[in-house]
């Protein structure tokens, strides 16, 4: 095995930048002075002192003192009524308090146009006695639809006013109240020529499974 030995001259590695500088200023005898760091007590002052030198130049404007500074608007009060909508519910559960039919979901009315508007609402108030009804609870739709029609006839033929439709609300079925919609349907199609309003009943009547109808009088 051969080895190849390069010799590199010392010159070559050494670099020295100042050394010109320094033979041209021992040269021309120009003397640097040392900075004057080490030992020197620096000043310090604090935050107040320092605010006061800031504001040694500052003036004064007399005629300011003079200004009155408008007075804030008067903020109005709101009162938020408390909601106590959780304590009304708490006492419809207890008993303490009836449920306003008229105002759920489930409240239906409906009263002809020739009608007075308020004949839906005395309706559903017991201001009308009901003089025969029927239960339509247990039938399938074909054959509520049947009974029904046979109901209405039978009313319209004895010349009755009143009479009361028992459907139930439906709370057991997946579907809901399918036989109530039904009925509802049926009053506005099928049976429309013998209706003249319709409402729910009043609590002790059945409330929202049952309905009371007006029948048009030959």
Known sequence: MSYIIIKMETA?????PFQS?????????????PKETAGKKVETKSDEEIFQDAMSDVREIKEYRKLQAKKPPKIKRIRIPQDDSLDLLKQIIDGRRKITLSDTAEYIEWVHPRIRK??????????FSVQDYIDLHGMNLPEAEAALKFFLTEAARKGLFCVKVIHGRGLRSPRGPVLKKAMVRWLHTSFSRWIS???????CDGGLGATYIILKSR
């Not at 308020?118 to 201001?127: C, E, F, K, P």
Request: hydrophobic content about 35%; overall charge positive.
């Open 118 to 127: 308020d004949v839906a609402r005395r309706l559903h108030g017991g201001n």
């Open 12 to 16: 070559a590695l050494t670099y020295t």
């Open 197 to 203: 309003a319709y409402s729910t009943a009043k609590d």
């Open 21 to 33: 500088l320094k033979e041209f200023l021992e040269k021309n005898r120009v003397r640097l002075k």
